[in-house]
């Protein structure tokens, strides 16, 4: 069993940066893929990004691609979404999530453990 708590969201204008952290508990951290996802109001969650287990693969959407970086620190069991250049339409609820697969991937079904979510708005 894995818990995921994320933290670091908050109210931000348009070009400005926030770091979200998601802490995990347990001890096998470093075997999951971690990803992000996202959901605005009356939308359906949507992938943002994802890392391997390792780190050495990332899959980002084309929407977030060039402005966010996810990385991890599995000494830390923390994986982190570093979000630059905000616009407004990256507010959402943002939810991490671990996949027992060691493989990052864009599929939601994929991952067995999400944390609440941290809400992130942006504004214009």
């Known amino acids: 069993q894995v818990q995921l708590v994320e933290s670091g969201g908050g109210l931000v204008q348009a070009g400005g940066s926030l770091r979200l952290s998601c802490a995990a508990s347990?001890?096998?951290?470093?075997?999951?893929?971690m990803g992000w996802f996202r959901q605005a109001p009356g939308k359906e969650r949507e992938f943002v990004t994802a890392?391997?287990?390792?780190?050495?693969?990332?899959l980002y959407a084309d929407s977030v691609k060039g402005r966010f970086t996810i990385s991890r620190d599995n000494a830390k069991n923390t994986v982190y979404l570093q979000m630059d250049s905000l616009k407004p339409e990256d507010t959402a609820v943002y939810y991490c999530a671990a996949d027992r697969a060691m493989m990052a991937t864009t599929l939601a079904r994929s991952y067995d453990y999400w944390g609440q979510g941290t809400q992130v708005t942006v504004s214009s």
């Open positions: 890392i391997s287990s390792s780190a050495g693969m990332t």
């Open positions: 347990g001890r096998t951290f470093s075997r999951y893929a």
